[in-house]
T-cell receptor, first 114, second 110 residues
């Protein structure tokens, strides 16, 4: 049981290049999330998918697209990377039960855009 | 505007003493409040949560208190241990979205 996995762990891009960050979870959770973490800003929600086949914008969606490929996988795409997208990206899945509500996070992808 | 705020960027506590981390929020519609712990180069790890209908939840050395009238929650760690040194994020959920504070870096001094 690997939990939430993310690839790659590190990436360096040039301005204007594109790339896709991959995320998979093996906990059979319905909801999945993409966040970015910047110094002094906490975690900010980029996009989320409440269930397979649905996606919605979060606080900071500009410059990103997402795909919920199936229940396990949720990818984040940068079509034309900009230096402002330099950040650490975390994927999470949500466990929602009657008595508790939490998210499980992947290890993160550290992205640098030059 | 930030809906969840952690006004103390850092906190230092002696081993064995109590650590108190604070968090304020502005949205009265939040359903759940959560605390996460984060080590460098790792993802956040869930620590403890509390429903908006409760005012206290305890799990071992960790207790979360919720004061809805003041829109304030706190995390108490007793006794503090060196392994507790990490960044702590509070978060709140409304429907499908979660909102995070900016984090408090806790250092427990042996």
């Amino acid at each position: 049981n690997a939990g939430v996995t993310q690839t790659p762990k590190f990436q360096v891009l040039k301005t204007g290049q594109s790339m896709t960050l991959q995320c998979a979870q093996d906990m059979n959770h319905n909801s999945m999330y993409w966040y970015r973490q910047d110094p002094g800003m906490g975690l900010r929600l980029i996009y989320y998918s409440a269930s397979e086949g649905t996606t919605d914008k979060g606080e900071v969606p500009n410059g990103y697209n997402v795909s919920r490929l199936n229940k396990r996988e949720f990818s984040l795409r940068l079509e034309s990377a900009a230096p402002s997208q330099t950040s650490v990206y975390f994927c999470a899945s949500r466990a929602y039960r009657a008595s508790t509500d939490t998210q499980y996070f992947g290890p993160g992808t550290r992205l640098t855009v030059l | 505007d930030q809906q969840v705020k952690q006004n103390s960027p850092s906190l230092s506590v002696q081993e064995g003493r109590i650590s108190i981390l604070n968090c304020d929020y502005t949205n009265s519609m939040f359903d759940y409040f959560l605390w996460y712990k984060k080590y460098p180069a790792e993802g956040p790890t869930f620590l403890i949560s509390i429903s908006s209908i409760k005012d206290k939840n305890e799990d071992g050395r960790f207790t979360v208190f919720l004061n809805k009238s003041a829109k304030h929650l706190s995390l108490h760690i007793v006794p503090s241990q060196p392994g507790d040194s990490a960044v702590y994020f509070c978060a709140a959920s409304e429907g499908n979205q979660f909102y995070f504070g900016t984090g408090t870096s806790l250092t427990v001094i042996p």
